[in-house]
């Protein structure tokens, strides 16, 4: 089974600043869909950016982008000139050819102003 | 265009008493997935629908659980009895086959508190 892996519990970034979270995932696919989806206190799960496995080139979504390194296994996050309503949770997803979604533990991010 | 919709937004219930939470997916999504939230256990899958026929439940915790999907804009997830371990937020999430990399959307959530 497809596991999706997120290191960093917690996380802070200064106003302004930019940070990145580290998203790892395990698979035997070759085809498959990675996705970014912000929880901030309300809960409500919204989507950050997606990225299709067999492009090349990262996705960007304004002052989000992803490091995809498809070798490696390894979907970052980067958020540059944080703000504060960018301080939730981050999860992390990866949707298996048989449309199966598995997400990772989550990373909380702390925006200090 | 209408989100994923779930009620009740919150519900305040009694250990034993059954429990119904209601989605409608977003219009034209052949997926609908149940999972639950706590902070013990991260997010969950429960169980998940395509074109309302569950197709994998091997998630739902026990016999006490339960999910319906009688046609495309609606599914329920009922627990009968509740228990206080049941404290959790369930998200229904809806997505279509072959549009978006079959992005899942989700709904705001049910706080479900069981005292």
């Known amino acids: 089974a497809q596991t999706v892996t997120q290191s960093q519990p917690e996380m802070s970034v200064q106003e302004a600043e930019t940070v990145t979270l580290s998203c790892t995932y395990d698979t035997s696919e070759s085809d498959y869909y990675l996705f970014w989806y912000k929880q901030p206190p309300s809960r409500q799960m919204i989507l950050v950016i997606r990225q299709e496995a067999y492009k090349q080139q990262n996705a960007t979504e304004n002052r989000f982008s992803v490091n995809f390194q498809k070798a490696a296994k390894s979907f970052s996050l980067k958020i540059s000139d944080s703000q504060l309503g960018d301080a939730a949770m981050y999860f992390c997803?990866?949707?298996?050819?048989?449309?199966?979604?598995?997400f990772g533990t989550g990373t909380s991010l702390t925006v200090i102003p | 265009d209408a989100g994923v919709i779930q009620s009740p937004r919150h519900e305040v219930t009694e250990m034993g008493q059954e429990v119904t939470l209601r989605c409608k997916p977003i219009?034209?999504?052949?997926?609908l997935f149940w999972y639950r939230q706590t902070m013990m256990r991260g997010l969950e899958l429960l169980i998940y629908?395509?074109?309302?026929?569950?197709?994998?439940d091997s998630g739902m915790p026990e016999d006490r659980f339960s999910a319906k999907m009688p046609n495309a804009s609606f599914s329920t997830l009922k627990i009968q009895p509740s228990e206080p371990r049941d404290s959790a937020v369930y998200f229904c999430a809806s997505s279509q086959q072959g549009v978006s990399g079959n992005t899942i959307y989700f709904g705001e959530g049910s706080w479900l508190t069981v005292v």
């Open positions: 629908f395509n074109n309302n026929v569950p197709i994998d």
């Open positions: 219009s034209g999504h052949d997926y």
């Open positions: 997803a990866y949707r298996s050819y048989g449309n199966q979604f598995y």
